[in-house]
């Protein structure tokens, strides 16, 4: 039977160009907690479309260059190629998403109309808010959702058929605009903010300076500090010291790499600026981060002794 790419602990996505569920069904599910240390979800984009559903709490989404607040049952669809991630103060909120190539809606000769088509190709643009009062749409997202989670035979098909229904519902609700052509202006800054994001994600861990990045937008310091602010709601240095505490994370997970070196392979050549730092992004040092990592897979080994010590 065709498995969904799941992970029902917090996901933390690391490579955006990685392969979503298989070839036969192009869908990952996610469960996400962003009250859970280890979670992070830092700005980047895809090709794929992803729906985001609220399970509890309020989540506030960095979208484009805007933010938006999603509280309890509302659901945000998310085109690809659009740069989103978590806002500066992201709130507290358990959320799930579906990542997933719009073309899986084709695959199996699902085209009714050109609606589809026109999603694909660009011609109309999606509202990305759906409010949880909209309940057809609600009732769909959580039968969606509901499918995927629980894999029973035939779910790939009957999630494949939910997702033409969503679709149709947003048609028929009017969730949608004829596209607005970007000005030239704005295209050209999100291809620079593109341009400034995977730099910083190839080298981050290396010196980095204001001026290398400004030249890396091909913008004065000044007006790059100003432009960056507005399309990620966050100072560069702000973004990079995230990003930089994000990726030390992963070692501090994954590895048993001393303090010292993590935080100079994620750019911090003053340990007591990671210790600030990871501090200030996480509440808490890196050792108890490290240590509540430990911790919580000794209790995974000793919960599947006693799943095992049952079956046996």
Known sequence: MTKVSSNLKEKIPVNERQQRGTSLFPLEYNFCNTENPYYDLWLHWHTEFELIHILSGTYNLFLSDHEIVLNKGDSCIIPGKIVHGDAPDKGASKYESAVFDIELLRQHGFSPDSFINDIILENISLKNYIPAEQKDIFTTIEFLFDTIREQREGFDIIASGALIVFFGLLKKNHFYSEKK??????????????????????????DISLEQLSVTAGFSPKYFCRVFKEM????????????????????????NDKLLNIAQKCGFKDFSYFIKMFHRYKGMTPLKYRNMELKSNKISEAESTQKENKIC
Not at 181 to 206: E, M, S, T, W
């Open 181 to 206: 052509i970007l000005p030239a202006q704005k295209r050209a800054r999100n291809k620079k903010l593109d341009l400034v994001l995977d730099f910083i994600k190839k080298n981050y861990g290396n």
């Open 232 to 255: 990620t709601g966050r100072s560069p240095v702000e973004y990079l010291n995230w990003f930089r505490i994000s990726r030390s994370c992963a070692l501090l997970r994954e590895s």
